[in-house]
């Protein structure tokens, strides 16, 4: 069974850096883009970045741009976001989630997020 | 960034009921548009891909339907594990967006 697991959530005060980690199973992780998508408490959700199946494509949002960058390590069916300068507004819950193709954004339109993490709370004091 | 808005904000609704959703977009996403369902503390689920394509496993009291840029998700007849908030998304044009969702509660 196709399965992400988040981690490295946690307390920090604002300006300093985090690391998320989501760990892949059950499915082929280097065929597919993967994507960060959070919910910010009592909101809806956002995407936040994605990555290609070979790293080859990145985008973002522009409110983290220059401070979260996404990663993966096929070799070892993970995907990565470190997140530096973090702001209280980036409180949130973080999900990773699996593109149902390979890159993070497919021109076609055809992109959807078809396998998701239960997510990991980032919680950033002032 | 495309903009999306869904109706209603919430409902409540009984098992048995037909229920239905609307997601509006700024501007036209062809039939780009997906459906999550999502219950607490559980991972978010795709239901409908391509405006009316039934996600793989996913049961067909759901369903999806587009006319220009209004998107409906119904569901034919609730059941106890219905009872969640619904998300409508594009995926024509990044940022990729999502509607501010649906909650769906008992009656």
């Known amino acids: 069974e196709a399965q992400l697991v988040d981690s490295g959530g946690g307390l920090v005060q604002a300006g300093r850096s985090l690391r998320l980690s989501c760990a892949a199973s059950?499915?082929?992780?280097?065929?597919?883009?993967m994507h960060w998508v959070r919910q910010a408490p009592g909101k809806g959700l956002e995407w936040v970045a994605g990555?290609?199946?070979?790293?080859?494509?990145?985008g973002y949002v522009d409110s983290v741009k220059g401070r979260f960058t996404i990663s993966r390590d096929n070799a070892k069916n993970s995907v990565f976001l470190q997140m530096n300068s973090l702001r209280v507004e980036d409180t949130a819950l973080y999900f990773c989630?699996?593109?149902?193709?390979?890159?993070?954004?497919?021109?076609?339109?055809?992109?959807?997020?078809?396998?998701w993490g239960q997510g990991t709370t980032v919680t950033v004091s002032a | 960034d495309i903009q999306m808005t869904q109706s209603p904000s919430s409902l409540s609704a009984s098992v048995g009921d037909r229920v239905t959703i609307t997601c509006q977009t700024s501007?036209?996403?062809?039939?780009?548009l997906n459906w999550y369902q999502h219950k607490p503390g559980k991972a978010p689920r795709l239901l409908i891909y391509?405006?009316?394509r039934l996600q793989r496993g996913v049961p067909s009291r759901f369903s999806g339907s587009e006319s220009g840029t209004e998107f409906t998700l119904t569901i034919s007849s609730l059941q106890p594990e219905d009872f969640a908030i619904y998300y409508c998304?594009?995926?024509?044009?990044?940022?990729?967006?999502f509607g501010p969702g649906t909650k769906v509660d008992v009656k």
């Open positions: 990555i290609s199946y070979d790293s080859g494509g990145l």
């Open positions: 501007q036209t996403i062809e039939y780009y």
């Open positions: 998304q594009q995926s024509y044009s990044t940022p990729f967006t």
């Open positions: 391509a405006a009316s």
């Open positions: 059950g499915f082929t992780f280097d065929d597919y883009a």
């Open positions: 989630a699996k593109d149902s193709g390979p890159y993070w954004y497919d021109e076609s339109g055809s992109d959807s997020f078809d396998i």
